[in-house]
């Protein structure tokens, strides 16, 4: 199976990279934790007018209309900076669920796709709650809110709930507990249709965080490789010495085995977000060992000073630890993957690579994995 990126995708990738290394530095994400909202206004703007906001919205509705293989590597771009604000998740979440609904017969298309048009153009944000998640991040920053209630899906105002505050180990994150009700007015889906939402919400949220994840990552490992290189002890660069090479090499190796699996996660997503469990549940523990392997190797070569509050490293280590745990944590996953494992029907082995006609399987096809 063949992720090479086109031209054209690395080359909106870097544009987005440059504009988000100007504008995303550890002074900003600090002047973002004293502020009223926690985000920078004038930056939501920027990305929107680059079609960040846009990218996964139909194009009938005004957006561009590609899919998450385009977008996991913006991704790790927002993850490579610690972006405060949540344009992944309720890009991922969200948005993806508002365009599945305004794509259906259910009765609330048009009302999904007036939203997704405001999205679009930037006027509007729309976060996600799911079951799995306790606390919504930034819900008070977003018009909207994509709530459940069994498996009822509720497109509700923000205006209309009350937000509990609470407290994060990552200052960037304020997260807030909804107190809401549900009616008839606020439902765009239920029953079988609402229950395939939430299960494609879970599945392209875990991805989300997967693919941040790695951009988190690897510039935790930049910053290790550019401190051992600096600092000197005994009149030779820590990062000369072998123990040292060895666990930053370690952490390079999970990188690279991890986003592979994430590419192959998104192409599952793409095409059958109901039936990508197990791909994505792969994508979200390799993704998770390699970042905390990489922020505990990190904090452990730059010593004492690694976890103080002074040291830049703590924004992206704190970062890691607290989306880590977001769409379903190792063991959630785990699970899910061993009981696809244990599916008579997974297609599994070299000989499942390729199906008759040369182009390649796809597993999701054959089996739905397991919860």
Same mark, same amino acid.
């Given at each position: 199976?063949?992720?090479?990126?086109?031209?054209?995708?690395?080359?909106?990738?870097?544009?987005?990279?440059? #504009?988000?290394?100007? *504008?995303?530095?550890?002074?900003?994400?600090?002047?973002?934790?004293?502020?009223?909202?926690?985000?920078?206004?004038?930056?939501?703007?920027?990305?929107?007018?680059?079609?960040?906001?846009?990218?996964?919205?139909?194009?009938?509705?005004?957006?561009?209309?590609?899919? *998450?293989?385009?977008?996991? #590597?913006?991704?790790?771009?927002?993850?490579?900076?610690?972006?405060?604000?949540?344009?992944?998740?309720?890009?991922?979440?969200?948005?993806?669920?508002?365009? *599945?609904?305004?794509?259906?017969? #259910?009765?609330?298309?048009?009302?999904?796709?007036?939203?997704?048009?405001?999205?679009?153009?930037?006027?509007?944000?729309?976060?996600?709650?799911?079951?799995?998640?306790?606390?919504?991040?930034?819900?008070?920053?977003?018009?909207?809110?994509?709530?459940?209630?069994?498996?009822?899906?509720?497109?509700?105002?923000?205006?209309?709930?009350?937000?509990?505050?609470?407290?994060?180990?990552?200052?960037?994150?304020?997260?807030?507990?909804?107190?809401?009700?549900?009616?008839?007015?606020?439902?765009?889906?239920?029953?079988?249709?609402?229950?395939?939402?939430?299960?494609?919400?879970?599945?392209?949220?875990?991805?989300?965080?997967?693919?941040?994840?790695?951009?988190?990552? *690897?510039?935790?490992?930049?910053?290790?490789?550019?401190?051992?290189?600096?600092?000197?002890?005994?009149?030779?660069?820590?990062?000369?010495?072998?123990?040292?090479?060895?666990?930053?090499?370690?952490?390079?190796?999970?990188?690279?085995?991890?986003?592979?699996?994430?590419?192959?996660?998104?192409?599952?997503?793409?095409?059958?977000?109901?039936?990508?469990?197990?791909?994505?549940?792969?994508?979200?523990?390799?993704?998770?060992?390699?970042?905390?392997?990489?922020?505990?190797?990190?904090?452990?070569?730059?010593?004492?000073?690694?976890?103080?509050?002074?040291?830049?490293?703590?924004?992206?280590?704190?970062?890691?630890?607290?989306?880590?745990?977001?769409?379903?944590?190792?063991?959630?996953?785990?699970?899910?993957?061993?009981?696809?494992?244990?599916?008579?029907?997974? #297609?599994?082995?070299?000989?499942?690579?390729?199906?008759?006609?040369?182009?390649?399987?796809?597993?999701?096809?054959?089996?739905?994995?397991?919860?």
């Amino acid at each position: 199976m063949n992720f090479t990126y086109s031209e054209d995708q690395l080359t909106y990738r870097d544009t987005v990279a440059a #504009l988000l290394s100007c *504008e995303v530095t550890a002074d900003s994400i600090r002047a973002r934790w004293t502020s009223a909202q926690g985000i920078d206004a004038n930056l939501t703007q920027q990305l929107a007018d680059m079609g960040l906001n846009a990218l996964l919205v139909p194009e009938s509705c005004g957006g561009l209309g590609l899919s *998450e293989l385009d977008f996991i #590597l913006l991704a790790q771009e927002c993850g490579r900076v610690a972006l405060p604000e949540p344009l992944v998740e309720n890009a991922m979440a969200a948005t993806a669920m508002l365009s *599945e609904v305004a794509s259906s017969d #259910l009765a609330a298309a048009n009302q999904c796709q007036d939203t997704l048009k405001q999205i679009a153009t930037g006027n509007a944000s729309v976060a996600c709650g799911h079951w799995i998640n306790p606390y919504v991040n930034m819900a008070d920053t977003s018009h909207w809110l994509l709530l459940p209630h069994g498996d009822e899906v509720h497109l509700v105002s923000t205006q209309t709930v009350d937000l509990i505050a609470q407290r994060s180990s990552d200052p960037s994150r304020r997260i807030s507990k909804v107190n809401w009700q549900p009616s008839r007015g606020t439902k765009i889906a239920g029953g079988q249709q609402g229950a395939e939402l939430w299960r494609s919400a879970l599945n392209r949220g875990a991805l989300g965080v997967a693919a941040q994840l790695i951009g988190l990552a *690897e510039s935790i490992l930049r910053r290790a490789v550019v401190f051992t290189t600096d600092r000197e002890q005994f009149g030779r660069p820590v990062g000369a010495n072998q123990a040292v090479k060895h666990l930053l090499a370690d952490c390079a190796v999970s990188l690279e085995f991890a986003k592979p699996v994430i590419a192959r996660a998104a192409y599952a997503v793409a095409n059958s977000p109901t039936r990508a469990d197990w791909a994505v549940s792969h994508a979200k523990v390799a993704a998770s060992y390699a970042a905390l392997l990489t922020v505990r190797h990190g904090m452990q070569v730059h010593g004492a000073m690694g976890y103080t509050w002074e040291c830049d490293l703590q924004i992206w280590m704190k970062r890691c630890w607290a989306i880590d745990k977001t769409w379903g944590d190792v063991g959630f996953h785990k699970n899910r993957i061993h009981e696809w494992l244990l599916n008579p029907n997974a #297609l599994m082995g070299a000989e499942h690579t390729f199906d008759k006609s040369g182009s390649p399987s796809d597993e999701s096809n054959s089996q739905q994995g397991a919860g």
